[in-house]
């Protein structure tokens, strides 16, 4: 029997079969016997075919649970070895899985480190840039709180200008009018002063007291005269111009017969030309600024002197400004006072400038100083071949004091301590008469210079010619007459700044100015200093030894008060040498010129 095919056939083999099947039977006719044969022969063959179908099913069934048997070993041998190879492969892929996980998650960590890497650096620049920006902002705002305080400051500082432009602009007025009321106070208590004095001049002049003090009156022009002379200053036209007197060691005439005399020689003349001459050049009686009237000759008797009669003279004149300027002799020796008062005074001053002077011991030194000049010209002339006898003639009195001269200098070499006496000459004489007028000049202009500064508030004469005065003079006595000149000016100051004078620092310019050349340069320096603090004190400003005088003075000069001022103080610093301040000064005149030329253009 042909064995049916296997299950595990393909389907499409039984499809053929059935197709066969078909077409062998199709489309024959069967008869009844036929069809019962062939039932029976398909009864018998369904039946074989049963049995091999139930065979070859059984025999399918063993093969297929034989199939299924090994199917299931193969199964599981392939599910085994599928599972061992998945095991294997599972615990590969999760190794590598694991390396891999491993792997991502460093480079996850890595990655998640630079991203926070990065962020730290986006944060950092972020808070870098907001620091850069922050600080930006805090620079322009502390930018903008300079720009604002310095516009304050600004606005502060012109401000404070302006307040103390207004300020200064009321104390230079006020300062102006103080100057203005003080000559004006000046003037009112002048004319009170002069017209009080003459009231009471006229009062006393009427009393028999008055009339018995004119016999010891020492004046031989007549008061009534002087007085008259006076009376056309009263209407204050023209300054009231001080009266100078001289009372000489000697007068010409005495009109007492028993006057005292002390055998020096007469040089009234001689000192009086020299005066007037000295006036009429720097205080000359028509001068509308500092006039002085002189009269020469006056003094009638030395038997008249100091305060006996610098009393009975001072209750004649107290109407008028009067100096007198007395010499006096005692044995060899001279003394030299001054006596004054001015207009309405309560009482004179009287003061002594020199005292003891040995006038005698003088002429003798001047004697022997000519007497060496003789000898020095009188040996050229012997040598030139003149006689000895024709140079006696012709040295005359310093022949003879050129014998008494050697003699001396015989006795001093022999141990002699003693002088002999000398012939007293003309040209001694006159140079006595040149110390006394030199001494007499600087005394009048010094006391001339204070009437008219402390009266009139006119500047200072006198410094700018004490230097030709003594220029002639021995170095000893030029010295000497200097330091006196230097010490009133101080006490002078002194005595402006007690009363705190509005004129105080022009005063100390004056002085500087005049005695450029002449004083020593710390002395003028220490002055120009004084004028500087005195300048400063009037526009309320304490000075201290340490301040820089000049830069304080800077932020407070005023051009419409203080260009005269400044223009004399320029020149004062360029007289003594001190260029630095001199040029700080021109910088500011120099301010003030391009300002006067803009208001001109303007």
Same mark, same amino acid.
């Given at each position: 029997?042909? +064995?049916?095919?296997?299950?595990?056939?393909?389907?499409?083999?039984?499809?053929?079969?059935?197709?066969?099947?078909?077409?062998?039977?199709?489309?024959?006719?069967?008869?009844?016997?036929?069809?019962?044969? =062939? &039932?029976?022969?398909?009864?018998?063959?369904?039946?074989?075919?049963?049995?091999?179908?139930?065979?070859?099913?059984?025999?399918?069934?063993?093969?297929?649970?034989?199939?299924?048997?090994?199917?299931? !070993?193969?199964?599981?041998?392939?599910?085994?070895? $599928?599972?061992?190879?998945?095991?294997?492969?599972?615990?590969?892929?999760?190794?590598?899985?694991?390396?891999?996980?491993?792997?991502?998650?460093?480079?996850?960590?890595?990655?998640?480190?630079?991203?926070?890497?990065?962020?730290?650096?986006?944060?950092?620049?972020?808070?870098?840039?907001?620091?850069?920006?922050?600080?930006?902002?805090?620079?322009?705002?502390?930018?903008?709180?300079?720009?604002?305080?310095?516009?304050?400051?600004?606005?502060?500082?012109?401000?404070?200008?302006?307040?103390?432009?207004?300020?200064?602009?009321?104390?230079?007025?006020?300062?102006?009018?103080?100057?203005?009321?003080?000559?004006?106070?000046?003037?009112?208590?002048?004319?009170?002063?002069?017209?009080? +004095?003459?009231?009471?001049?006229?009062?006393?002049?009427?009393?028999?007291?008055?009339?018995?003090?004119?016999?010891?009156?020492?004046?031989?022009?007549?008061?009534?005269?002087?007085?008259?002379?006076?009376?056309?200053?009263?209407?204050?036209?023209?300054? $009231?111009?001080?009266?100078?007197?001289?009372?000489?060691?000697?007068?010409?005439?005495?009109?007492?017969?028993? +006057?005292?005399?002390?055998?020096?020689?007469?040089?009234?003349?001689?000192?009086?030309?020299? &005066?007037?001459?000295?006036?009429?050049?720097?205080?000359?009686?028509?001068?509308?600024?500092?006039?002085?009237?002189?009269?020469?000759?006056?003094?009638?008797?030395?038997?008249?002197?100091?305060? =006996?009669?610098?009393?009975?003279?001072?209750?004649?004149?107290?109407?008028?400004?009067?100096?007198?300027?007395?010499?006096?002799?005692?044995?060899?020796?001279?003394?030299?006072?001054?006596?004054?008062?001015?207009?309405?005074?309560?009482?004179?001053?009287?003061?002594?400038?020199?005292?003891?002077?040995?006038?005698?011991?003088?002429?003798?030194?001047? +004697?022997?100083?000519?007497?060496?000049?003789?000898?020095?010209?009188?040996?050229?002339?012997?040598?030139?071949?003149?006689?000895?006898?024709?140079?006696?003639?012709?040295?005359?009195?310093?022949?003879?004091?050129?014998?008494?001269?050697?003699?001396?200098?015989?006795?001093?070499?022999?141990?002699?301590?003693?002088?002999?006496?000398?012939?007293?000459?003309? %040209?001694?004489?006159?140079?006595?008469?040149?110390?006394?007028?030199?001494?007499?000049?600087?005394?009048?202009?010094?006391?001339?210079?204070?009437?008219?500064?402390?009266?009139?508030?006119?500047?200072?004469?006198?410094?700018?010619?004490?230097?030709?005065?003594?220029?002639?003079?021995?170095?000893?006595?030029?010295?000497?007459?200097?330091?006196?000149?230097?010490?009133?000016?101080?006490?002078?100051?002194?005595?402006?700044?007690?009363?705190?004078?509005?004129?105080?620092?022009?005063?100390?310019?004056?002085? $500087?100015?005049?005695?450029?050349?002449?004083?020593?340069?710390?002395?003028?320096?220490?002055?120009?200093?004084?004028?500087?603090?005195?300048?400063?004190?009037?526009?309320?400003?304490?000075?201290?030894?340490?301040?820089?005088?000049?830069?304080?003075?800077?932020?407070?000069? !005023?051009?419409?008060?203080?260009?005269?001022?400044?223009?004399?103080?320029?020149?004062?610093?360029?007289?003594?040498?001190?260029?630095?301040?001199?040029?700080? $000064?021109?910088?500011?005149?120099?301010?003030?010129?391009?300002?006067?030329? %803009?208001?001109?253009?303007?």
């Amino acid at each position: 029997m042909k +064995a049916l095919p296997s299950p595990n056939q393909p389907k499409g083999m039984w499809q053929k079969v059935k197709d066969g099947f078909k077409a062998l039977f199709f489309p024959h006719v069967y008869t009844a016997d036929s069809q019962r044969d =062939n &039932i029976e022969r398909q009864i018998v063959a369904n039946y074989d075919l049963q049995q091999r179908l139930q065979e070859n099913t059984q025999h399918f069934q063993s093969q297929v649970e034989k199939n299924r048997m090994q199917f299931d !070993a193969e199964k599981l041998k392939y599910q085994l070895e $599928v599972n061992a190879d998945l095991q294997y492969s599972l615990q590969a892929n999760s190794q590598r899985f694991q390396a891999q996980l491993e792997e991502s998650r460093q480079r996850f960590e890595l990655t998640r480190l630079k991203i926070q890497h990065f962020m730290q650096l986006e944060a950092q620049a972020h808070q870098s840039r907001e620091n850069q920006l922050n600080r930006e902002h805090q620079s322009h705002e502390n930018q903008l709180n300079r720009e604002f305080q310095a516009e304050l400051s600004i606005y502060m500082k012109k401000l404070d200008q302006a307040m103390m432009q207004e300020k200064m602009a009321f104390d230079l007025f006020l300062f102006e009018e103080r100057k203005k009321l003080d000559l004006e106070m000046r003037d009112a208590t002048h004319n009170f002063q002069l017209k009080l +004095a003459v009231i009471q001049g006229q009062i006393v002049r009427q009393t028999e007291e008055y009339k018995r003090t004119l016999e010891r009156y020492p004046w031989g022009l007549p008061p009534s005269t002087i007085l008259g002379i006076y009376s056309k200053y009263r209407d204050r036209s023209k300054p $009231v111009p001080p009266l100078v007197i001289i009372s000489p060691p000697t007068l010409e005439y005495d009109r007492f017969a028993n +006057a005292p005399s002390f055998g020096l020689p007469k040089i009234e003349k001689r000192l009086a030309e020299d &005066i007037r001459t000295f006036l009429d050049r720097y205080y000359p009686l028509d001068d509308n600024l500092r006039p002085a009237h002189f009269i020469g000759g006056i003094w009638e008797t030395k038997a008249r002197h100091s305060e =006996n009669a610098v009393i009975l003279l001072f209750s004649m004149f107290s109407s008028i400004p009067t100096l007198i300027f007395e010499c006096e002799t005692e044995e060899n020796f001279l003394n030299f006072r001054v006596a004054s008062w001015d207009i309405g005074q309560e009482t004179y001053k009287y003061k002594s400038i020199l005292s003891e002077f040995n006038c005698t011991e003088f002429l003798y030194e001047v +004697a022997k100083f000519q007497a060496r000049a003789w000898r020095d010209q009188k040996t050229k002339l012997l040598q030139k071949g003149r006689s000895a006898e024709e140079l006696k003639k012709l040295g005359g009195d310093d022949e003879l004091n050129l014998g008494s001269l050697e003699n001396e200098e015989g006795l001093e070499r022999d141990g002699y301590e003693g002088f002999l006496n000398y012939k007293i000459t003309p %040209k001694a004489v006159q140079e006595l008469v040149k110390h006394l007028r030199v001494l007499h000049c600087i005394f009048i202009g010094l006391a001339l210079d204070e009437y008219y500064f402390m009266r009139y508030n006119v500047g200072l004469q006198l410094p700018s010619v004490v230097g030709s005065l003594i220029d002639d003079l021995p170095d000893y006595e030029r010295l000497n007459l200097l330091e006196v000149v230097t010490t009133y000016y101080k006490k002078f100051y002194e005595v402006l700044k007690e009363q705190d004078s509005p004129f105080l620092p022009e005063f100390g310019l004056d002085v $500087v100015a005049g005695l450029v050349g002449t004083a020593d340069k710390p002395w003028l320096e220490e002055m120009l200093k004084n004028s500087m603090r005195a300048w400063l004190k009037l526009r309320k400003v304490q000075p201290h030894k340490k301040m820089d005088l000049l830069g304080t003075m800077k932020p407070l000069w !005023a051009r419409e008060y203080d260009e005269k001022y400044a223009k004399q103080l320029h020149q004062c610093f360029v007289a003594i040498g001190d260029s630095h301040s001199a040029e700080q $000064v021109d910088r500011i005149l120099e301010q003030w010129r391009s300002a006067k030329i %803009k208001e001109i253009t303007w």
